[in-house]
């Protein structure tokens, strides 16, 4: 059985050194912000080639956060993707604000530059994109249109550690990068994680203020904040990991192109641009027979998932939350895209097998 991932004998490289970093934390005694979280938040930020990093308890909380801290007066509207992950979505409604969706780019699965415009009114106050898949979107007309209207900027990139439009990186274009480690990413840390990055010094430092309490000093409180820290345990294993991230990605990418290059066209593949720096956390392709091709591909010992098998608008979370309104386009993708195994652990052969199988559909 060729799995689609193996959160086992995806870490199984590190373990030595896991092992090593949770006896040295927790014979230290200092669980909560300490060495850990300081070490791996400057090595990230240097990473990222960002003068700041404040790791917090995951991905949702890092898009919480970052909103926050532009203190938007209630119902503000954010521009957002139609077809992200629903925490994209939360977090603008745990904010009190207004999700705005907008259509992806077919081609790319990432949010229509070109569809943008359209619906900024003078009640948008942010654009957040998502860097879908580890794709960066396109962001030279995005932050044209975040300049005209000066607007705030906020990158999901939970899924696009390292990668890089036109040579820099994503999470480094606007106010705040939002990041997610959770177990399956690229950097995935051994259970839920994340961290804010930005270059701005007072916003940095309200990320840090809310994640803790709404605190500077210990027992001194100033604004309203949240518990959402770090932990030192999974600071330390995401320091080892982050040593191996650039070559997690190359491996990545290597299989990726033995799909590219020996996938039949009847199965969409991913755009290429030499422009863009993919990380591959997931390699999908989309097929009008979808749900037939994942049952012939388990049949056929190799399992596969879908990101994401029900849009946005159509959750049943949403009903009266979002607007009704005719979004084919995410649609389509959602019933036709499957993720096909790309793990660090998987082989060159296993996804010569794979292609073998799918070349037979």
Known sequence: MIEYENLGKLNAPFFEEYKKSFEQTLLSGWYILGKNVNQFEKEFAEFQQAKYCVGVTSGLDALILSLKSFNFEKDSEVIVPSNTYIATILSILHCGLKPVLVEPDMRTYNIDPKKIEAKITSKTRAIMV?????????????????????????????????????????????????????????????????????????????????????????????????????????????????????????????????????????????????????????FNVRHPKRDELQKYLLQNEIKTEIHYPVPPHKQKAMEGILVEQDYHVSEEIHATTLSLPISFYHTEDDIYKVVEVMNKF
């Open 130 to 282: 998502v860097h879908l898949y580890g794709k960066p979107c396109d962001m030279k007309p995005i932050m044209e249109l975040k300049e005209k209207y000066n607007l705030m900027l906020i990158e999901d990139c939970a899924q696009s550690h390292g990668a890089k439009f036109f040579g820099k990186l994503t999470g480094t274009f606007g106010e705040f990068g939002a990041f997610s480690f959770y177990p399956t990413k690229n950097l995935g840390a051994l259970g839920d994680a994340g961290a804010v990055i930005t270059d701005d010094p007072v916003l940095a430092q309200s990320i840090k203020r809310l994640r803790n309490y709404g605190s500077d000093i210990k027992y001194y409180n100033e604004i309203v904040g949240y518990n959402s820290r770090l932990q030192e345990m999974q600071a330390g294993f995401l320091s080892i990991k982050l040593k191996h991230l650039n070559e997690i990605t190359t491996h990545k990418r290597k299989l990726a192109k033995i799909y590219f290059e020996n996938l039949q066209e009847d199965f969409i593949k991913p755009v290429q641009d030499e422009n863009v720096f993919d990380v591959f956390h997931i």
